[in-house]
């Protein structure tokens, strides 16, 4: 069983910047992806952005250039730097991670709200 804890959500103004982190613990030898999804209301889940354990990264297409994830392998832990924030970020963010036996896991997510 693997646990996922999210933090770093909250409320910004457009144009700030919010870091937002996501640490694995439990049955872990080794994480193939971590990333993060979100969800707007009545949207679908949606890619924000993947990194593998070889630091290959993969971003949705209205974050890039805006955001920037990373993860420390030794720590189980993946970041999300997202800078100049729009209101449409606005949306629940989750954190997940595929093992390399295709186990996939979810954190309870973390909310984003973008607003002045």
């Known amino acids: 069983q693997v646990q996922l804890v999210e933090s770093g959500g909250g409320l910004v103004q457009p144009g700030g910047s919010l870091t937002l982190s996501c640490a694995a613990s439990g049955s872990i030898f080794s994480i193939y992806v971590m990333g993060w999804y979100r969800q707007a209301p009545g949207n679908q889940r949606e890619l924000v952005a993947t990194?593998?354990?070889?630091?290959?990264?993969k971003y949705g297409d209205s974050v890039k250039g805006r955001f920037t994830i990373s993860r420390d392998n030794a720590k189980n832990t993946v970041y999300l730097q997202m800078n100049s924030l729009k209101p449409e970020d606005t949306a629940v963010y989750y954190c997940?991670?595929?093992?390399?036996?295709?186990?996939?896991?979810w954190g309870q997510g973390t909310q984003v709200t973008v607003s002045s």
């Open positions: 990194i593998t354990s070889g630091r290959s990264t």
């Open positions: 997940n991670v595929l093992l390399p036996s295709a186990l996939n896991y």
